[in-house]
């Protein structure tokens, strides 16, 4: 969706052609859950009232009759904050519409992730990235994510899904096996210390 701004008529209907094949794709694959990113060109803001944010309220409302034909879970995921996106789940009022949330995108934005991650908890986050996004070697934990409290956070909310390690736009590491190895530690550690 990205590159696709469904309220712009040149390609609307490729932002819903794109969401009913990657549907179609995950359900003949067996697979639960599409994230349906919207950013960039594609990012809608927090204004309920705006254009752009009710034309992609439209398309959600749109592909998730088709997810919950499929039986796909759509995972929303954007910079659009919390209250925002409540009005848009509460809008379209499915199961199959759930917050694919990256805890890097929303601190940017000035999001209290760990309060929202324990008021949305397992009910409405289908799937989770974490994200060390003011890292300039994308590390997980070397920016502004209070681990400890963030792992709390995760276990209070009852969310008991994937986290997946999404790295950051750091340019001075290569990623390898090496790097994965060391932010897997890193998060290992942020549950074993918010547990102490």
């Not at 910079?79 to 940017?108: C, F, W």
Request: charged fraction near 25%; aromatic fraction near 10%; include cysteine.
């Amino acid at each position: 969706m990205n590159k696709l701004p469904c309220w712009d008529p040149e390609t609307k209907e490729k932002a819903y052609s794109a969401g009913i094949q990657s549907i179609q794709a995950c359900a003949a694959l067996d697979v639960p859950i599409l994230l349906v990113p919207f950013f960039n060109a594609a990012g809608f803001g927090n204004d309920p009232e705006d254009p752009k944010f009710k034309a992609a309220t439209r398309l959600l409302r749109e592909l998730t009759t088709e997810a919950e034909a499929y039986q796909v879970t759509l995972g929303l995921e954007s910079r659009t904050k919390q209250p925002a996106i409540d009005h848009i789940l509460e809008e379209i009022d499915s199961p199959y519409l759930k917050v694919y949330y990256d805890t890097g995108n929303m601190l940017v934005v000035g999001e209290n992730v760990y309060d929202v991650i324990e008021h949305w908890g397992e009910n409405t986050i289908c799937q989770m990235h974490l994200k060390a996004f003011d890292s300039e070697y994308s590390l997980f934990g070397d920016g502004k994510t209070d681990l400890p409290r963030l792992a709390s956070s995760i276990r209070g909310s009852g969310y008991d899904g994937w986290l997946v390690f999404e790295p950051g736009p750091g340019k001075k590491r290569d990623l390898g096996f090496d790097y994965a190895k060391e932010n897997l530690k890193r998060i290992q550690g942020m549950f074993r210390e918010s547990s102490n």
